[in-house]
């Protein structure tokens, strides 16, 4: 992967990738799932049309990593360094989880800059997440980070999730047990200050995908209630539920979410 500094708050170096020409796709990875976006970057629904742009977002995988607190805003701030780095005018953005969150506040404070948004069963507090998220932090402030990260994805994605990450990089459990400090430390707090309701929905005018994995009931009835909150709050959202898949959307189902995102963005 290529790096480039941006600048925000504060300087920062993140690792990014480039694939295949066109009108420019971002794909901002969750939280815990640094390189999970790998799997659409060969899909022919996309290559073939799409210049593909993921990165590692500040304090996951190589990217720097930097103390203190990380807002949602600042990682707003991040990808459009990136985006000014590549020389990249407007662009499709595409997040999930805690990621759809700091696609959202892109589009809130540079929407000039954002054609789109594909958002990926978003990590929307007004619908808290379940019990198991206390048993992650308490496992992660007892030192066992690995202990923790087990609890957070099996909570999210249910029992098979380290199988389906694996399939795409071999590795990625151990990574994201890396990651922990920057999820457990800065992101979770990030996301739960993070102040987004109607009023600002109702600021977003570009159209927005609104991805819900058809399994994702099974995990947790949350994912469906932040996504007909959602519905009912964006003025321009168009529902998607992507067959075969729970909260690890395009890692279980990469060929039904490169389809769909297609279909979506062949309209824009």
């Known amino acids: 992967m290529l790096r480039a500094a941006v600048r925000a708050d504060r300087d920062v170096r993140l690792e990014y990738e480039v694939r295949g020409s066109g009108e420019p796709l971002i794909l901002l990875h969750g939280g815990l799932c640094a390189g999970s976006f790998r799997c659409l970057l060969e899909r022919p629904e996309l290559a073939g049309e799409r210049r593909l742009i993921r990165y590692h977002r500040v304090g996951y995988a190589g990217s720097d990593r930097i103390d203190g607190p990380v807002s949602v805003g600042d990682q707003a701030a991040h990808c459009w ?3 000014r780095h590549l020389g ?7 997040g999930h989880s805690s990621s759809a969150d700091i696609a959202l506040q892109l589009a809130l404070d540079h929407p000039a800059a954002v054609r789109s948004l594909a958002l990926l069963e978003t990590a929307l507090l007004t619908v808290p997440t379940g019990p198991f998220a206390g048993d992650a932090m308490r ?3 007892a030192g066992e980070k690995a202990a923790a990260v087990d609890v957070w994805l099996r909570g999210v994605a249910g029992p098979d999730y380290r199988e389906a ?8 459990f151990d990574q994201a047990v890396g990651d922990a400090d920057t999820f457990f430390g800065q992101e979770l707090p990030a996301v739960r200050d993070w102040p987004f309701g109607p009023d600002e929905a109702r600021r977003v005018e570009q159209p927005v995908l609104l991805v819900l994995g058809a399994r994702s009931h099974e995990v947790s009835p949350v994912f469906g209630r932040r996504h007909e909150l959602l519905r009912a709050w964006l003025p321009r959202a168009e529902p998607f539920v992507l067959a075969d898949a729970s909260h690890l959307l395009h890692v279980q189902n990469p060929a039904g979410m490169a389809e769909g995102l297609a279909r979506f963005l ?3």
């Open 139 to 141: 496992h992660y402030q």
């Open 165 to 172: 990450l694996e399939r795409v990089e071999p590795g990625a």
């Open 88 to 94: 990249l005018g407007r662009a499709d953005v595409v």
């Open 266 to 268: 062949a309209h824009r």
């Open 81 to 83: 360094s990136l985006m």
